[in-house]
Antibody, heavy 123, light 107 residues
Framework: QVQLVESGGGVVQPGGSLRLSCAAS????????MHWVRQAPGKGLEWVAF????????YYPDSVKGRFTISRDNSKNTLYLQVNSLRAEDTAVYYC????????????????WGQGTLVTVSS | DIQMTQSPSTLSASVGDRVTITCRAS??????LAWYQQKPGKAPNLLIY???SLESGVPSRFSGSGSGTEFTLTISSLQPDDFATYYC?????????FGQGTKVEIK
């Protein structure tokens, strides 16, 4: 069965950085695009990054472009999100999610999700 | 950027009720829309994709319809397990914008 396990969250000061990881299993990781989606406490869902199955294309919303970087290591079945210049409004649970389409080059929809990792930006 | 607006924000209903949630896009997204269910403290769960296709394993009381800019999620007979928050998501552009969510509460 598909499993996605996030790690790397924690408390960080404004302006700081973190690297989130997502370990994937139960499917052929190297053949699917992957996403990060976040949810601020008590708020809705916000998509924050997509990476193509082979890492060649990446997409971000304007709210995080230039501060967040998505990457993947297909040899380790692991997805990453480097988050820099953190602000209070980046406080959220960060989920990794699998895209539905095999060998998809663009972001579509999410058919499996991890349990999330909490990032808290606070001084 | 495409904006997604759900209505209502909160819905109070009883077990057995027929429930309809609406999602409107700020511009046409054809049928590139998905619906998710989220329970407190849990990750979202995919219900519907391509506006009306039911994800495997999802009960048939859930259905989706619409195209262009207006879409609906219908629960034909609300069950106790269905009290949750529902989100629509567009994937027409190179992004994945969500609606703000609709919380279905017990009446």
């Amino acid at each position: 069965q598909v499993q996605l396990v996030e790690s790397g969250g924690g408390v960080v000061q404004p302006g700081g950085s973190l690297r989130l990881s997502c370990a994937a299993s139960g499917f052929t990781f190297s053949t699917y695009g992957m996403h990060w989606v976040r949810q601020a406490p008590g708020k809705g869902l916000e998509w924050v990054a997509f990476i193509q199955y082979d890492g060649s294309n990446k997409y971000y919303p304007d709210s995080v472009k230039g501060r967040f970087t998505i990457s993947r290591d297909n040899s380790k079945n692991t997805l990453y999100l480097q988050v820099n210049s953190l602000r209070a409004e980046d406080t959220a649970v960060y989920y990794c999610a699998k895209d539905h389409f095999l060998s998809g080059s663009y972001p579509y929809y999410f058919d499996y999700w991890g349990q999330g990792t909490l990032v808290t930006v606070s001084s | 950027d495409i904006q997604m607006t759900q209505s209502p924000s909160t819905l109070s209903a009883s077990v057995g009720d027929r429930v309809t949630i609406t999602c409107r896009a700020s511009q046409s997204i054809s049928r590139w829309l998905a619906w998710y269910q989220q329970k407190p403290g849990k990750a979202p769960n995919l219900l519907i994709y391509k506006a009306s296709s039911l994800e495997s394993g999802v009960p048939s009381r859930f259905s989706g319809s619409g195209s262009g800019t207006e879409f609906t999620l219908t629960i034909s007979s609300l069950q106790p397990d269905d009290f949750a928050t529902y989100y629509c998501q567009q994937y027409n552009t190179y992004s994945g914008t969500f609606g703000q969510g609709t919380k279905v509460e017990i009446k």
